[in-house]
């Protein structure tokens, strides 16, 4: 097995491959078919999805994303493609930037990324070059892998320095910042995280660097929809020259990436970045499954994002009530979809969502800032509820959550009879929300 995995990798491959790896080639697709029903059948329609990472697709979306565009290469603008026979998918490719450029209120939209990191790394690549400095949040402070030196922002050979946190406020420490930007010179200061409890002080933040020439680049891929909904701050209407997002989480599309700006000469940047740079061909299918789930927040997002924070807050103030300590500002310890709770008491974040997984709830563990080292995993359990928000979820489910995530993780019940509860009560709620033209999430 490969040196560099860690035990449980390095177990969990022994064990796939003693298992599978002399499959015949006859029985391969149907053992695919088998495994992704099941994990559909277990965290689509049988559990409690947590995950901020995660959410379900417009059922219309699937379906388009299972295309037969997704086998044909599309290389080039619309009007001057490489390969011919693509004059369909030039209206699906026009629809997928059009639309997001009108949800977000930006000039341009860079929508060929593969991924939230992708994106990062097109953004790095139009800001800055090799050897740059670059600003951007610790993993203590919610900040991404993409920001740092071991992600996108090292490979393609920034300096990475850590911005100034203030644990009290949950936010950029700007003094701090100021200081540090004029010691380093970045060309980009970075804000926007994979935990996010309040919006920065993004305006101050803007200052700073303008202050020191960089640009400021804001990474919305937790709350892409947040801002689509109205419910979070616009980073390009308070000082972000660029902001990169993920099409999946709060947004409810395919996977992929977004990188959108009001400043042209980046936008140009950005295109030649992606072609031809780093994309070439690209999956048509996505991105007609980016503009079905794109159409989707125009028409619904407000809602949406409204009823996503308010489930939030509500799950956040159960938790406190069954005895977890949330992290966060007071009173309402969120005003995003995310909730963090204090897991060291129970061994740590991933210990912890490991735990729950039997009882059918699903979660991540997540740094977050402390006073002193703490030698575990992953000290706190990041949760999000725009999933049980878009099956239809409101603030008294809330408080059932919490009170089997006390059962499992606080009285130590086992968590096989309370995973039982859950599935059945899942069952009640599987009608994908806050869709145009929406159905189940799955028959039977």
Not at 223 to 242: K, N, S
Not at 364 to 388: F, N, Y
Request: with cysteine; net charge negative; proline share 6%.
């Amino acid at each position: 097995m490969f040196d560099w995995y860690s035990p449980a990798a390095k177990r969990r491959a022994a064990e796939l491959e003693q298992r599978y790896g002399r499959m015949a080639p006859g029985e391969v697709a149907a053992c695919v078919e088998r495994e992704l029903e099941a994990q559909a059948a277990w965290v689509d329609r049988g559990s409690i999805n947590l995950n901020a990472a995660s959410n379900l697709m417009n059922p219309r979306a699937e379906r388009v994303l299972s295309s037969t565009a997704a086998g044909r290469p599309s290389l080039g603008h619309a009007g001057e493609k490489y390969e011919t026979g693509l004059a369909h998918a030039e209206v699906v490719e026009h629809l997928a930037q059009s639309l997001a450029a009108r949800l977000f209120g930006a000039r341009y939209v860079e929508f060929r990324a593969l991924s939230g990191a992708m994106a990062n790394l097109f953004a790095y690549m139009a800001l800055a070059k090799p050897g740059d400095a670059i600003i951007s949040l610790s993993p203590g402070a919610g900040g991404h892998a993409t920001h740092q030196t071991i992600g996108t922002a090292g490979l393609y050979g920034l300096r990475v320095h850590a911005a100034p946190w203030d644990p009290v406020r949950f936010d950029v420490d700007v003094e701090a910042l100021s200081r540090l930007a004029a010691r380093v010179a970045p060309r980009i200061i970075l804000v926007g995280g994979s935990l996010v409890l309040r919006p920065y002080d993004l305006d101050a933040v803007a200052a700073v660097a303008r202050g020191c020439g960089a640009a400021l680049m804001f990474d919305a891929a937790h709350v892409g929809g947040l801002i689509a909904g109205g419910v979070y701050p616009a980073p390009l209407e308070h000082g972000a020259d660029l902001m990169t997002m993920s099409t999946y989480k709060t947004y409810g599309g395919p996977p992929g990436g977004l990188v959108l700006t009001n400043d042209m000469a980046i936008a140009q940047r950005l295109d030649a970045v992606a072609f031809p740079g780093m994309t070439a061909n690209f999956d048509v299918a996505r991105v007609g499954a980016l503009a079905v789930a794109t159409a989707d927040l125009l028409e619904h997002g407000a809602a949406y994002a409204r009823a996503t924070v308010a489930n939030a807050q509500a799950l956040a103030a159960a938790l406190e009530r069954e005895g977890f300590t949330v992290l966060g500002p007071r009173p309402e310890r969120t005003q995003t979809h995310h909730v963090a709770v204090d897991a060291r008491a129970l061994g740590g974040g991933d210990a912890a969502s490991l735990a729950l997984e039997p009882a059918n709830v699903l979660a991540t563990g997540i740094g977050m800032p402390l006073d002193e080292p703490w030698p575990g995993d992953q000290p706190a359990m990041r949760l999000g509820t725009q999933e049980v928000t878009r099956v239809g979820m409101g603030p008294a489910e809330m408080e059932r959550i919490a009170g089997w995530m006390a059962r499992a993780l606080l009285r130590r019940e086992d968590p096989v009879p309370i995973g039982d509860e859950v599935r059945a009560f899942r069952a009640g709620f599987q009608e994908v929300r806050y869709v145009l033209d929406g159905d189940a999430v799955a028959a039977g």
